[in-house]
């Protein structure tokens, strides 16, 4: 009987132990994110998740938030939305994060009501989309870069001072993504006191473009800004405006200004242009770069040649993500109101070159600048500063 | 001693359920469905909802292309036309999403009404072709008619709710997409043992003998169309007011071709395969990827490996699936009750 009574007791002791120590463990923050690794948009998947998973890794290295590890899992979304939605909800189930991040502009749309009244995390995704930057709708969301609209914006702001008047043309793909920044762009257009004499539009991998590119000829068309693509029709545009003799001057965003449309254009290269948002993976007279270069050395040689935007986006989210919870966790918690507060606190962040140092304005970071392709390099090259828009 | 399952009338011959065991067993499953919620988290009730869904909108193709034979490549555009006349029916006229609902479905069924006349006069691959154009055709106006459906911004919409109890959880509308899979089901079932629902068959099976005995073709397979457009509606609206928002990318066209594999996949002309292959082609993905996201804890780093593995893990299974039993998976299931029918003295 006292055997049994000493057992007990000891039992007793020891879960009490154990629950006291449960509820003094520190909170160790969670984030979860949904990669497009499979599909479509798998090119920016792939090097999305290494981008986000090294930034998380380098934080823990040097201590995490405060001392605490952050956790880090991720699933395949393979850019379907009800794929990507049941990932977004496995994943939420399973480690209740404090920080979400999703596949698209779709799934973003998707999830924004339910982010705002039932999950409450911080969320970024790979979208560029006005939806993810409009605090006062969706204080949750954000964009660790500027928006499809900021980008135009960079692009109008930077032909309005070298060519005023100048006459513009938008050529853009029929799809959320192509028509995302068309109505603001007019605006803007307008604004600058640029002309703006065609709207084309294009099916993405469009091959047959001659009726667009003939009449962006009869329209004297001088800057061509493309929307909603990846490559194609972008070299077939370039090519047959060769072939008819327009001589504009060819631009793209975000999206379109990753090194493989430059290897696709060849000795077009020299003729496009674009909007970034980050420091190119070549850029290594930047600390930051310089430090992912050796990072990817040393953890992914077989990958380190040559890193996309995409990774330097994910990895530029995950920074913004660490200083979120860095500043939440300053307040008293990883709590969603101090996850907001903390996220749109953030000013004059130093990243090491790969933005100029960071300041959320409107869930979003409105800078960006032109880049040239060089056909010789196959590397865009700056040919403005960083142009801050607000 | 009597031993085995009678049928000595005709009523009972035409009972749905048919024995005792076949009565027992759905009531088990009956049962299961009601406790389901309780016990499971928020992500298994997202993948129950989205497979009621799939389980409404296949049935609804099947009445069509397994019973009917009218192979239709435009169910994605229907479930868009009844997601987007839900939401606009409810954000602009302010009708209860209850209404809506009905609604939706009448609105999907006069599109497919409209995209059915041709089955009229074009048969097999160019039917097919003909509803591909419903897809081209209604993807235009979701994304151009801005001032209806706000273009590629889509239109938010609010939970349902009956008086101040909203459904804006998993759990909570689940009971919705309970509801209406059961009744879709049901009605389906009594369908195609109903005068119409053989008439649907004979068109499938010989069109110009149909005609011959006195079958209104022109009426019968316009029927076929809208009752099939209706369910896709239905589908639509439910699928719009569980995810809350709707923009035109929601209904590609590969959303029909996976409806046209769910019901070959679980047998073409069977309420039950068009159940099969709901089930199946939600959760199977669904398996795979939590097999994956396990492994990748196991072997981490060799996600470029595994993860595109994942779809041809899928793709072989389909494959697999359709030369073993190419009757579907409603025919493996009768093979295994008649297996059990005689089990243990099957000699």
């Known amino acids: 009987m006292k055997k049994i009574v000493i057992f007990l007791i000891g039992c007793t002791l020891c879960l009490g132990f154990f629950g006291i120590s449960q509820i003094y463990a520190e909170e160790n923050p969670v984030i979860c994110a949904v990669h497009p690794f499979t599909g479509r948009f798998a090119f920016a998947g792939i090097h999305g998740v290494d981008g986000m998973k090294d930034a998380i890794d380098m934080a823990n290295e040097q201590g995490g938030v405060n001392g605490k590890k952050i956790e880090f899992h991720w699933e395949d979304g393979e850019y379907k939305n009800d794929v990507g939605i049941a990932a977004f909800k496995r994943l939420y189930a399973k480690h209740k994060p404090h920080i979400m991040f999703g596949q698209s502009t779709g799934m973003t749309k998707a999830l924004s009501p339910e982010i705002q009244d039932r999950y409450k995390v911080l969320y970024s995704a790979y979208t560029f989309a006005e939806i993810a930057a409009s605090p006062e709708e969706n204080p949750f969301l954000f964009i660790a870069g500027p928006t499809y609209i900021e980008m135009f914006n960079v692009l109008l702001k930077y032909i309005a001072e070298k060519d005023p008047g100048a006459n513009i043309a938008f050529f853009y793909s029929d799809t959320e993504f192509g028509r995302e920044p068309i109505p603001a762009g007019r605006e803007i257009c307008k604004d600058l006191g640029l002309n703006l004499v065609a709207e084309q539009v294009a099916k993405v991998g469009e091959t047959d473009v001659t009726t667009q590119v003939l009449d962006l000829k009869r329209k004297e068309a001088q800057y061509v800004i493309f929307q909603g693509f990846v490559a194609t029709p972008i070299t077939t545009v370039m090519k047959q405006a060769k072939d008819y003799g327009l001589d504009a001057q060819f631009m793209g965003t975000f999206w379109s200004t990753e090194k493989h449309l430059l290897d696709q254009l060849g000795p077009l290269a020299d003729e496009y242009m674009g909007v970034t948002a980050y420091s190119y993976y070549y850029q290594d007279e930047y600390p930051m770069i310089k430090m992912i270069r050796e990072w990817n050395q040393k953890h992914h040689p077989d990958k380190a040649d040559y890193r996309s935007q995409a990774y330097m986006h994910s990895f530029m989210t995950a920074l913004v993500f660490v200083r979120a919870l860095e500043k939440a966790d300053e307040m008293g918690g990883f709590t969603p109101e101090n996850l907001v507060k903390g996220l749109q606190s953030i000013k004059d962040y130093d990243v090491g070159g790969l933005m100029p140092p960071v300041t959320i304005e409107n869930n979003s970071i409105p800078v960006g600048r032109i880049v040239r392709g060089n056909s010789k390099t196959g590397q865009f090259e700056p040919v403005s500063d960083w142009i801050h828009l607000k | ?347």
């Open chain 2, 1 to 347: 001693m009597r031993c085995g399952d009678f049928k000595e009338t005709y009523v009972r011959d035409e009972e749905i359920f048919q024995s005792l065991f076949v009565k027992f067993w759905l009531g088990v499953l009956a049962a299961f469905l009601l406790i389901f919620p309780f016990i499971a988290n928020e992500y298994m009730l997202y993948i129950a909802n989205m497979i009621g869904f799939a389980i409404i909108g296949a049935v609804g193709l099947n009445l069509l292309t397994g019973f009917t034979g009218q192979i239709s490549l435009g169910h994605a555009a229907f479930i868009g036309v009844g997601a987007y006349t839900s939401a606009i029916l409810v954000t602009r006229l302010g009708l209860s999403f209850w209404l809506s609902i009905p609604l939706a479905g009448l609105v999907a069924a006069s599109a497919g009404m409209i995209i059915g006349i041709p089955s009229l006069r074009v048969k097999g691959l160019y039917l097919c072709i003909a509803t591909l154009a419903a897809q081209f055709i209604f993807e235009f106006i979701f994304i151009h008619w801005e001032s209806m459906t706000m273009g590629i911004t889509g239109i938010n919409v609010p939970p349902p709710s009956i008086g101040g109890f909203e459904f804006n959880t998993e759990k909570r509308f689940y009971w919705i997409t309970l509801f209406f899979v059961v009744l879709g089901v049901i009605y389906a079932k009594n369908l195609v043992r109903s005068r119409m629902g053989r008439a649907f068959m004979a068109i499938r099976d010989r069109d110009l003998s149909a005609e011959i005995i006195g079958i209104n073709i022109f009426r019968y397979k316009l029927s076929a169309f809208a009752i099939s457009s209706f369910y896709a509606g239905v589908v639509g609206a439910l699928w719009v007011f569980y995810l809350k928002v709707v923009t035109p990318d929601h209904f590609p066209l590969l959303l029909s071709v996976e409806y046209l594999a769910m019901i070959i996949v679980g047998g073409l002309g069977s309420i039950l395969g068009a159940i099969f292959g709901g089930i199946f082609m939600t959760l199977v993905p669904e398996i795979i990827n939590t097999l994956s996201a396990a492994l990748k804890t196991i072997m981490p780093g060799n996600e470029a490996f595994f993860e595109p593995l994942k779809s041809v893990v899928f793709g072989m299974l389909i494959i697999l699936f359709l030369i073993f039993e190419p009757r579907g998976l409603a025919e493996i299931w009768n093979r295994i009750k008649n297996f059990f029918r005689l089990w243990p003295f099957s000699y």
